[in-house]
Every structure is written in C-alpha cells, then in structure tokens.
C-alpha cells in the first residue's frame, strides 16, 4: 500500500483558487490510480475527480467540471488539484485516494487515504 499526505487546504474567498497537493510514499506510485474525494460537514464522503494509472483522460464530479483540475507527476509521487473560480458550497476536507490498477471512482474500493486537508470558502 502507499502513504498518502495531502498539503495545501485553506481559506479563500468565493472566485479563488487552491491547489492541492498529494504526496504518496512507497513504491509503484504509477500503478495507482488517483483521486480525490471531499466530504462537507453532515454530508457523506463524495467523488470529486480521477486520472487512471495508465493514463487517459481524467474524469470529474459534474459539480465541478470545468473548475477544477486534477494532474499527476509520477517522478514526484504526486497528484493535484488544481480548483479555481471556488464556490462556498466547495467547502469540504478533501482526501486523496489511491487505487492500485483502479479508477478511483469508486471509494469501496479505495485501498489508501489521505488524512484530510480543510478547505474553506467564504461569499
């Protein structure tokens, strides 16, 4: 399994960005597919965006198409999300979740998470 340790949550204003960042430790990082989660207090954890192990095009939550953007740098171990023109109802912590040979879409068959990293927009 990999270690997972997100970075970069925060407090911005409605219109602002964030990126997130998801550092994995240990080895194969580019068997894993990638994604990220959020879950927003007294709400369930929900699918947020993806990019498959083996490439191809990421896939996103339609409530935040054309906002966000998820990447992965597989010499760095990492993954990112970047979030632009942010919306109070972004407000979340947002985990990152490995899949090994997987999407990441589905979470019952996420094999490691991140602890979490708070996000916070304000109107």
């Known amino acids: 399994q990999v270690q997972l340790v997100e970075s970069g949550g925060g407090l911005v204003q409605a219109g602002g960005s964030l990126r997130l960042s998801c550092a994995a430790s240990?080895?194969?990082?580019?068997?894993?597919?990638m994604g990220w989660f959020r879950q927003a207090p007294g709400k369930e954890r929900g699918f947020v965006a993806a990019?498959?192990?083996?490439?191809?095009?990421?896939y996103y939550a339609d409530s935040v198409k054309g906002r966000f953007t998820i990447s992965r740098d597989n010499a760095k171990n990492t993954v990112y999300l970047q979030m632009n023109s942010l919306k109070p109802e972004d407000t979340a912590v947002y985990y990152c979740a490995a899949d090994r040979y997987g999407s990441a879409y589905y979470p019952n068959e996420i094999e490691s998470w991140g602890q979490g990293t708070q996000v916070t927009v304000s109107s």
């Open positions: 240990g080895r194969s990082f580019s068997s894993y597919g």
């Open positions: 990019i498959r192990w083996r490439g191809g095009s990421p």
